[in-house]
C-alpha cells in the first residue's frame, strides 16, 4: 500500500538523498556512450558485419585471436542505438508531463525502473551470444533511455516538500542527472579490471530492482503540492491514563498530549483575477520568446549529442589524422588514447553538481529585492516611503538574458576548441561540454517560468523538449557522412555547427527588445499614464493558476 502524503513528508530526506543517488547511477546514463561504446565493441556486438570488409581495422585480429573484428559498420549501427536511446530521453518529457499530471510520480517511476531493469538484463543476455542477439541493443537502449528519463522527471518533483531549501534540492536532482554520464565510464573501470560484462549489467539490473522496491515502499500515490498550494497542519491528540496508589488508595490522573505535522493539499483561494481568462496555450506557442527559444534549444542538443556520439572517432582521428592505412602501433596508440580521453570526460561529468547551482544562482540573481505582485500599487500611485523596488518580471528577464548569454558564449568558446587539432586541449572543451549541457535546460525552464502562466509551463517545455530530440536526430546522418565520405575528419561537421551555434544569441537579443518595452510599460504606469496594451508577459503574470501543476518543477530538466 502506499503511503500517505504526510508519511512521505516525514521521510523526504530519505527520499531525497536515494534520489540523487538513484538519478546518478540509473537516469541519464547513456550520456556516457563513449564508455559504453568500447565495452560493446569488445563483446563483439555487431562485429559481424566486419567479416571479409575491407574497411575492418588490420589491427584488431579475428576472435581465433582473442579479439573481435571492428570497422565503420559496425560503430554506424551501434551509434544509431545511441541516437534512439538519446532521443527518447528527451523526446519523451511531453507525454510523461501529461502522465503525471494526471496519474502523479508513483507509477512512472515504478515503471522507470522496471524499464531500465530489463534494459541491463537484455544487454546482459545479448553478450552471450552477440552475432545473433546484437539487434537486442536496439531495444535495450529504448528502454534505458525511457526508464531513466522517467527516473529523472519524477524526481523533479520532490523538492516541493523542502520550503525554502527548494532551489537547493532541485538544483541537486538535476546535477545528479547532467552527472549521470559519468556511470559508464566508472563501470568501464571495473571492465578492464577483469570483472565480466554479464555480470557487471546483471548486478546493475539488480539494483535498478532496488529502485522499483524503494519507491513501491515510500513514494506517496499522490503527486507532490507546489510550495505555493501546501497546507502544513499539527494533530494535537489528547490522552489520560488513571492510576491507583496501592499502598495509600490515592486516584492519579496524568495527561498526554502528542502533536504531529501533516501536510495535505491547500484548498484554492478565489483570487481578483480568477474572473481575467488566461491566455490561450495557441498564442504561448505562437509567441516569438518561444519559437527562438525552439531554435536555440534544438541547435544546442544537436551539437551536444552529436559531440557525445562521435566524440570517439574525433579522438581517434587527432591521433591517426586520416592515416587510410595506419601501422599496427599508431591504432594501439589511438585506442589507448581513446580510451583514456574518454575516461576523462565521463569523470568530468561530475561537475554537473557544481555547475547546476551556479547558473539557478544567476537565475535568482537580486530576485529578493523586488516588489511582491501583491505590493503593487495602483496605477498612477506612488511609494511614500523607501526607495522604489525592482520589477519582478523585468528582473526575471534581466537574469534570463544574461544566463543566455553565458550558456551561448560557453558553447561558441567550446566549438572552437573542439576544431584544434591538439589532444589536451580537448580536455577543456570537455569542460565547457558539460557546463553547457547544464546550463541549457535551466536557462530555458526559467525563462519559461518568467514568461507564460504555470498551466502553461509543463506543455511548453514538453513540447520543446521534443522538438529538440527530433532535430537532434541529425546527428545519425551526420555520423555517417563524417566517419564515410569525409573519412573520419570532423572539421568541416564541426565549422558548420559552429556557425549554426551563433544563432543562439539571436534568442537574447529579443528578450533584450522585449525587456526594453516592458521598462517602458513600467515607467507609463508610474508617470500615471494610459498604459495601453498590456505586454503578453504581465498577462501571463497575472494568469497564474491556483491549481498545482505537478509537471512544474519535473520540467525544468
Known amino acids: ?62 576472435w581465433e585471436s582473442g579479439h573481435w573484428l571492428s570497422c565503420v559498420e559496425q560503430e554506424e549501427m551501434l551509434n544509431l542505438g545511441f541516437t534512439i536511446g538519446s532521443f527518447l530521453l528527451s523526446a519523451a518529457t511531453l507525454p510523461l508531463g501529461i502522465l503525471m499530471d494526471k496519474f502523479g510520480p508513483r507509477p512512472l517511476r515504478l515503471i522507470g525502473s522496471a524499464c531500465f531493469a530489463s534494459s541491463c538484463a537484455m544487454i546482459a543476455g545479448a553478450a552471450y551470444n552477440p552475432e545473433v542477439l546484437s539487434p537486442l541493443i536496439f531495444v535495450a537502449v529504448s528502454f534505458n533511455g525511457f526508464g531513466g528519463i522517467c527516473l529523472t522527471f519524477t524526481s523533479l518533483t520532490l523538492p ?20 549521470s554520464a559519468v556511470t559508464f565510464p566508472g563501470v568501464k573501470l571495473i571492465y578492464d579490471v577483469g570483472v565480466s560484462f554479464r555480470v557487471i549489467m546483471w548486478v546493475w539490473s539488480g539494483l535498478a530492482c532496488l529502485v522499483f522496491f524503494n519507491c513501491f515502499v515510500n513514494w506517496p500515490a499522490e503527486s507532490f503540492p507546489d510550495p505555493d498550494h501546501i497546507c502544513y497542519t499539527k494533530k494535537v491528540i489528547l490522552s489520560h491514563t ?125 530576485m529578493t529585492e523586488c516588489e511582491d505582485d501583491k505590493n503593487i500599487l495602483p496605477e498612477g500611485e506612488k511609494s511614500q516611503s523607501g526607495p522604489p523596488k525592482r520589477d519582478k518580471k523585468i528582473q526575471k528577464l534581466t537574469n ?9 558564449i560557453l558553447l561558441v568558446t567550446f566549438g572552437i576548441l ?74 568541416w561537421i564541426n565549422l558548420s555547427l559552429l556557425l549554426f551555434s551563433l544563432a543562439g544569441f539571436l534568442l537574447p537579443c529579443y528578450l533584450l527588445y522585449h525587456r526594453r518595452n516592458l521598462v517602458k510599460e513600467r515607467e507609463r504606469r508610474a508617470d500615471g499614464q494610459p498604459a495601453g496594451e498590456i505586454l503578453f508577459l504581465s498577462q501571463s503574470e497575472n494568469a497564474q493558476m491556483n491549481s498545482p501543476t505537478n509537471g512544474q518543477a519535473a520540467n525544468r530538466l
Open 418 to 491: 573542439s576544431m584544434v587539432d591538439s589532444l589536451p586541449l580537448q580536455v577543456v572543451s570537455f569542460v565547457l561540454h558539460t557546463m553547457v549541457r547544464g546550463f541549457a535546460h535551466s536557462c530555458c525552464g526559467g525563462l519559461y517560468a518568467a514568461v507564460y502562466p504555470s498551466n502553461h509551463f509543463g506543455t511548453l517545455t514538453g513540447l520543446q523538449s521534443m522538438i529538440s530530440a527530433v532535430f537532434a536526430l541529425l546527428q545519425q546522418p551526420l555520423f555517417v557522412v563524417m566517419v564515410g565520405h569525409l573519412n573520419g575528419d570532423p572539421y
Open 242 to 366: 488513571v492510576s491507583d496508589d496501592k499502598v495509600t488508595g490515592d486516584r492519579f490522573y496524568s495527561h498526554v498530549t502528542m502533536m504531529e505535522d501533516q501536510m495535505d493539499h491547500k484548498p484554492p483561494e478565489p483570487s481578483p483575477d480568477s474572473a481575467q481568462a488566461p491566455p490561450r496555450f495557441s498564442r504561448s506557442v505562437c509567441s516569438p520568446i518561444f519559437l527562438w527559444s525552439l531554435i536555440t534549444m534544438a541547435m544546442t542538443q544537436l551539437r551536444i549529442i552529436f559531440f557525445m556520439g562521435a566524440m570517439n572517432k574525433m579522438l581517434e582521428f587527432l591521433v591517426t589524422h586520416g592515416d587510410p592505412h595506419p601501422s599496427e602501433e599508431l591504432v594501439m596508440e589511438a585506442e589507448k588514447q581513446v580510451g583514456f580521453y574518454s575516461s576523462i570526460f565521463g569523470t568530468l561529468q561530475l561537475l554537473c553538481l557544481l555547475t547546476c547551482p551556479l547558473i539557478g544562482y544567476i537565475m535568482d540573481w537580486k
Open 160 to 179: 516541493n516538500m523542502f520550503g525554502n531549501v527548494r532551489s537547493t534540492i532541485l538544483s541537486l536532482m538535476i546535477g545528479s542527472y547532467a552527472s
Open 400 to 408: 534570463a538574458i544574461r544566463a543566455f548569454v553565458l550558456t551561448n
Open 1 to 62: 500500500m502506499a503511503p500517505s502524503l504526510t508519511q512521505a513528508y516525514r521521510r523526504r530526506w530519505w527520499m531525497a538523498v536515494t534520489a540523487i543517488m538513484e538519478n546518478l547511477l540509473f537516469s541519464a546514463v547513456l550520456l556516457g556512450w563513449g564508455s559504453l561504446l568500447i565495452m560493446l565493441k569488445n563483446e563483439g556486438f555487431y562485429s559481424h558485419l566486419c567479416k571479409d570488409n575491407e574497411t575492418a581495422v588490420s589491427n584488431v585480429s579475428s
